[in-house]
């Protein structure tokens, strides 16, 4: 074996030890939301023009990819108070963002199936606030992003979503559950809504069960990908038969 084989070897074998190696950055977290389907609709989410009845399955779909592994996502705890004020702030910006997962979402998008949708980049305000058990399972959230651009340059959008115990300004011990789009208009500041569509378990006689299901997986990054080939690579070069040759005979 030339020297040559053995150095990729010992790269592929290294490449092998820093993917079992505790404590890495090698995987990010990504989040995936479904509501329940929404049971109050509004102007175009209720074409028939009857109020509250939605006549399309509506649900928001939320997806959000993190830059953390799942272990540094245990035990956060949200600010409700902060995100209430940031939500009904007046004025719109990145500024303003606020909440504990906020700074590790590298991508986002909200969706309700009527054509409305919200990504990261598109959005003019976004805030993710969780709080999180032991193993980084989301328990309690609020979540929003929005698209407000220049007066009467276009569309409003408003996508939230949260659940907990004691959310809200009347706070209390029950689990309260929001699903929430909105789009409307926005000219000198007048605010005109179009439609609007939610899931809200607090909103009698339209009651909902409790908040929908979220799901989390773990995605390796393209890094991880490139130490898994070249480690495969140097066990392949190890595995592989060596082809010797025969030495010319001398006369």
């Known amino acids: 074996m030339n020297l040559r084989v053995k150095f990729a070897i010992s790269i592929g074998l290294l490449s092998l030890l820093c ?24 102007g175009t989410y209720a074409p028939s023009g009857i109020n509250n009845v939605c006549p399309q ?4 779909s939320l997806t959000i990819d993190t830059t953390l592994p799942r272990e540094q996502l ?16 007046p004025g719109f ?5 606020v909440g504990n997962l906020t700074p590790y979402v590298s ?7 009527s054509g ?4 990261q980049t598109n959005a003019t305000k976004y ?33 939230q979503t949260e659940s907990g115990f004691d959310l809200g300004p009347d706070a209390a011990p029950v689990l309260e559950s929001l699903d929430f789009s909105l789009v409307g208009n926005e000219v000198n500041g007048n605010f005109t809504q179009v439609g609007s569509g939610e899931a809200d378990s607090t909103a009698s006689p339209y ?3 409790g908040p929908g299901q979220w799901t989390v997986v773990r995605a390796p990054e393209p890094s991880s990908l490139l130490l898994i080939g070249t480690g495969l690579l140097g066990l392949l070069a190890l595995t592989a038969p060596s082809k010797r040759h025969a030495r010319p005979t001398v006369c």
């Open 19 to 42: 993917l079992v190696l505790p404590g890495s950055l090698r995987a990010n977290t990504v989040y995936t939301y479904t509501s329940n389907p929404y049971n109050i609709c509004s």
């Open 57 to 60: 399955p509506y649900a928001l």
């Open 74 to 89: 245990e035990n956060f705890t949200l600010n409700f108070a902060a995100d209430y004020a940031a939500i009904h702030s």
């Open 93 to 97: 910006g990145i500024s303003q963002v």
């Open 107 to 113: 991508s986002f998008s909200f969706t309700d199936s």
């Open 116 to 119: 409305f949708s919200i990504t």
């Open 127 to 159: 805030g993710f606030d969780v709080t999180t058990d032991g193993n980084g399972n989301i328990q309690s959230w609020v979540i929003f992003a929005e698209i407000f651009p220049p007066s009467g340059t276009g569309p409003v959008y408003l996508g």
């Open 207 to 209: 009651q909902i069960d």
